[in-house]
């Protein structure tokens, strides 16, 4: 594995992500009640790159499921 932005393969070993003020929305994901529901992507674990600082994030297995089958309906 390399670094995107520097294509360094000095990374740290994977981790845990251990905060939720990261994350990505996608917007009408599903629908609700009343309007459509987005989809939270938070990240599971995470490495930094080791010659530039650059913080990788990467997906649970179970958001990674939600997100192959697509969207509902």
């Known amino acids: 594995m ?7 393969e000095k990374l740290s070993e994977e981790t845990e992500h251990a905060s939720s003020e990261v994350h990505l929305r996608f917007k009408d994901w599903e629908p609700g009640f ?3 529901k987005a ?15 650059y913080l990788l994030f990467f997906a649970g ?6 997100l192959r089958k697509g969207r509902p309906g």
Do not use: I, W
């Not at 670094?3 to 360094?8: F, H, I, L, M, T």
């Open 39 to 53: 989809l939270m992507v938070y990240p599971a674990r995470g490495r930094v790159c080791l010659a530039c600082g």
């Open 2 to 8: 390399r670094c995107p932005v520097c294509a360094s």
């Open 61 to 66: 297995e179970e958001t990674l499921e939600t």
């Open 34 to 36: 009343v309007q459509y």
